[in-house]
């Protein structure tokens, strides 16, 4: 995948948690689970939650593929 921000080849990768790793808009404080308008970028979140992910070393942007993780409504 080529950045899109410089355009150079980003080197593809993972990013990994020890919990379920989502997107909020809404920063959470306490009860640190996705809630229904949240965005799971991991799956295998009971074992080894994973996600892939691109990074570029260039601009320090990585850019992750959430197209696999199960919808946070499902969990
Ligand atoms: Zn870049």
Redesign the pocket.
């Known amino acids: 995948m080529k ?1 899109p ?2 355009g ?1 080849e980003m080197e593809k990768g993972y990013i990994q948690s020890g919990r379920t790793a989502f997107f909020t808009t809404k920063k959470k404080h306490v009860f640190f689970v996705a809630g229904s308008k949240d965005v799971v970028l991991t799956e295998d979140n009971f074992t080894c939650p994973t996600g892939d992910a691109y990074n ?1 070393k ?2 320090k ?1 990585i850019i992750i593929d959430y197209s696999s993780p199960e919808e946070s409504s499902n969990l």
Do not use: S
Request: hydrophobic share 10%; charged share 40%; with cysteine.
């Open positions: 950045c921000i410089c150079k570029c260039e601009c942007k």
